[in-house]
């Protein structure tokens, strides 16, 4: 498979991911952020379970959990946090950090090069996020802007670490294990912080199998196989497509405004996708003298 075809694939995820957006809102009762995590991870993860029939050994526990803890558990926390505790745009744009955050981490863990073209790309990128989504009544809040860049650190880390630590098995069975190491992480919290879930109408049980099948079993499975086969540095500029996703789907489906400043930072993201894929490809040998 070709390495436009895997970065295709890739992309997939974090454009589908956009969609949680309006899916939460329009679809499922306000006020379960937690529980809403944890049914979408846990549910997914042993579905995949059955699907690939294979457990992790027990040496590999520890670090599957850490893994769910920091893609998962930690992660999809503080966006909630951040989420409540921000406006949309604020939140989002302080988390479009996490690319910048990967490359570092590659460089520092990895041994990845640090491009100047990525890095210039990943800045790039935060500020065409922030045209993209940042109104004027952007307000500021410790707490918030802790838990934005603590879940963006945290999501970084995890794609670091997921190749780092990548074990001798398949990208279906290594998301089936992460998954499901982030959903048992995440549903002690919703039983101890928030009050019982509704019983799911047909409104709420379309959204829960949505965020649950798409939104995190396949678009997981291609994330980590993207990390898998094309390493952290060359796919992380991709997660600048889920707030241009976000922000399309709801000029398209609720009829939400777009206007000019917008407009120019969905083709700064773009722009700044196609410069990381630049800057993240692998050089080439030079070929010997004869």
Known sequence: MTRKTDLMLTALAPAIWGSSYIVTTELLPDG????????????????????????????????????????FTLFWAALFVAAYQ?????????????????????????????????????????????????????????????????????????????????PPVPPLTFTAWQLTAGGLLLVPLALIFEPAFPAPDAKSLAGLVWLGLIG??????LWFRGIARLGPEAITGLGFLSPLSAVMLGWLVLGQGLSPLQSLGALIVLGSVWAG??????????????
Do not use: C, E
């Open 86 to 166: 921000l406006p949309g745009g604020v939140a989002a744009t302080l988390g479009a950090i996490q690319p910048l955050i990967v490359l570092l981490l590659a460089h520092r863990l990895l041994g990845a090069a640090l491009s100047p073209l990525s890095l210039t790309a990943a800045l790039t990128g935060i500020l065409g996020v922030a045209l993209l989504i940042l109104g004027p009544d952007a307000r500021l809040n410790s707490l918030g802007v802790l838990a934005a860049l603590g879940g963006a650190g945290s999501m970084a880390l995890g794609v670091v670490l997921t190749r780092k630590w990548q």
């Open 277 to 290: 894929n630049l800057g993240g490809r692998p050089k080439q040998p030079t070929p010997a003298r004869a």
């Open 216 to 221: 995190a079993a396949l678009t997981y499975y």
């Open 32 to 71: 379960y952020p937690l529980t809403v995590a944890a049914l979408r991870a846990l549910p997914a993860g042993l579905l995949l379970l059955v699907l690939v029939r294979q457990l992790p050994p027990v040496a590999w526990l520890g670090r599957l959990f850490i893994l769910g803890a920091l893609n």
